[in-house]
């Protein structure tokens, strides 16, 4: 109780500049803990307060530039994260496509009379070009996000 009475009578007691800087004392003793401006006891230990005054114009453009550093910084790791999952998109994407390849060429591996297999090298044939059409038109999609992406970051770092 003493000690939150004595540091709101020490801040009140500053004068308003726009910072005050007070260095006090604490002192540990048998009766207690003090408080004091000058050095007491051996076992004393220096605290500094610094009052800033919340009406002061340098304090405020200090403030803005603090919030447009942390907002930066944040942007920066938002836009770093979201380019990453589209990169891990994209080589997701290449897996499902070769996944998808491999299983249309160990159709034609079967045993099969000869009308049955050029039917089924025919459909391979359109499958493969579907899936390398469907590859190709989101790869390019996903390419031109993480362009966009990378611009901004740019823009940002």
């Known amino acids: ?9 020490l801040l ?12 006090y004392y604490k002192c540990v003793t048998e009766r207690g803990t003090v408080y ?5 006891a051996r076992n004393g230990t220096q605290h500094t307060l610094t009052n800033i005054d919340p009406e002061s114009n340098s304090s405020a453009d200090q403030h803005y530039k603090t919030l447009n550093k942390l ?3 944040q942007i920066i790791r938002n836009l770093k ?8 998109e994209a080589a997701i994407l290449t897996r499902e496509r070769d996944q998808d390849t491999r ?13 049955e297999r050029k039917a089924t090298l025919d459909d391979i044939k359109r499958q493969l070009k579907a899936i390398n059409k469907d ?18 970051l740019k823009r940002y770092e």
């Open 1 to 9: 109780m003493t000690r939150g009475i004595f540091v709101l009578a």
């Open 71 to 73: 907002e930066k910084k």
């Open 36 to 40: 004091s401006q000058f050095p007491c």
């Open 135 to 152: 590859y190709h038109k989101q790869a390019r999609k996903l390419n031109k996000q993480i362009a966009q992406l990378e611009k901004k």
């Open 12 to 23: 009140l007691s500053l004068p308003s500049h726009a910072k005050t800087i007070v260095n």
């Open 81 to 88: 994260n979201e380019l990453r999952a589209k990169k891990h």
């Open 103 to 115: 299983n249309q060429q160990l159709r034609v591996n079967r045993i099969m009379d000869d009308n």
